[in-house]
């Protein structure tokens, strides 16, 4: 069964940069997409990237032109490069992914991380 493990989250000034990783391990057959979410105190967890088995990128508006997912499907991880964060990019951040468990299984299983956080404040 696949597991995702998010790294790199912490406090930074506003202004500042992080990044966070997300490795998947355990068994499984192959990765398909794989996204970023963010859940600040009190809200909904939100969509904030994502990216497809061939390298396809999407983001939510309020992180464009801040934040990059990438991906390295030697490592089985996702990574997320925030610059420029402000106070409102607070939140704990979640990956996912869509796994295929077995070469013939007929569904691809979503797949979440436990979280980490980020705190922007000086």
């Known amino acids: 069964q696949a597991q995702l493990v998010e790294s790199g989250g912490g406090l930074v000034q506003p202004g500042g940069s992080l990044r966070l990783s997300c490795a998947a391990s355990g068994r499984f057959f192959r990765i398909n997409a794989m996204g970023w979410y963010r859940q600040a105190p009190g809200k909904e967890r939100k969509l904030i990237a994502d990216i497809t088995s061939g390298g396809s990128t999407n983001y939510a508006d309020s992180v464009k032109g801040r934040f990059t997912i990438s991906r390295d499907d030697a490592k089985n991880t996702v990574y997320l490069q925030m610059n420029s964060l402000n106070p409102s990019d607070t939140a704990v951040y979640y990956c996912?992914?869509?796994?295929?468990?077995?070469?013939?299984?007929?569904?691809?299983?979503?797949?979440w991380g436990q979280g980490t956080q980020v705190t922007v404040s000086s």
């Open positions: 996912n992914a869509d796994v295929k468990p077995t070469f013939d299984s007929s569904k691809y299983l979503t797949v």
